[in-house]
């Protein structure tokens, strides 16, 4: 049976590390979260994103403006907290309801304020390896797996996903820490033959059952991003958790792995913010 990452554990204790740090600056750092719509998966994450920022003393505003508010409107309130003085970190919760630019919205956030590390500034400034943000979720996932002393470096590392969020950035990460990294997507021809070459497999796509117990190699760790819904309602991730934990040394469970560490990652960016 494989060791269980346990981020929740982990999120718990960096949360109190951020809180620590919080009560010894001489103004708590401000949080602005911006909602639009009523998509409730998207409540459900800025609920939790508020719950966090109260945990550790950050203030954190909620915008939630109504699906029709229109761009103009958007970025309006985005400049007046780009001046605010109050506001350090800005989040625009996604995805916005159709017909927004999503790439406009987010290159209209200050690079300086970009907690996510969405903006193109801080996404060249990963390339780079010269960052200051990183995306809290291929953030966390690296603090993961510091914090059980996996180290990627000579590792062949296998990204499965390259979405902007997660996929495409976790592969840079990882190449920053001298792995051998491959990046499948859905057009990967034989994924298995891909995901068996993995010492460190990363899955971030949003399948259920995606990854299977003969698709990983014997030993390998194992990180599934991936959050779904079963008809149940329960939630899982891409790996077929059963199986794949009697293959791998380590494997993420979901819920409980990479879910928290990303949102301890957007509290630690937002004292980064004000600093
Ligand atoms: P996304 O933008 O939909 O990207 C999914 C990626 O998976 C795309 O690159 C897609 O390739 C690829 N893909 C789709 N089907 C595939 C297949 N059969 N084989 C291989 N690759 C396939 O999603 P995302 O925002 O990156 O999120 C991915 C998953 O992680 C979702 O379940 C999301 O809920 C979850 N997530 C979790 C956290 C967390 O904190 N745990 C944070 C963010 C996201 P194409 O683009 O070529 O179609």
Redesign the pocket.
Known sequence: MAIILDGKALAKSIVKEVKTQVNAMAEPPGLAVVIVGDNPASRVYVNNKKKDCQACGIVSTEYALPEDVGESKLLALIDELNQSKDVHGILVQLPLPEGYDVQKIIQAISPLKDVDAFHMLNVGRIFNGDYSFLPC?PAGVIELLDYYNIDPKGKHCVV????N???KPMAMMLLHRHATVTV?????AD?GFHTRQADILVC????IG?ITGDMVKPGAVVVD????RRDDGSMCGDVDFEAVSQVASHITPVPGG??PM?RAMLMRNTVMAAN
């Open positions: 979720t499965v996903g390259h979405s969020i997660v996929g499948c997507h859905i057009h990967t994924l971030a796509v949003g399948k995606l991003v991936g959050i779904n990479v879910g990303t």
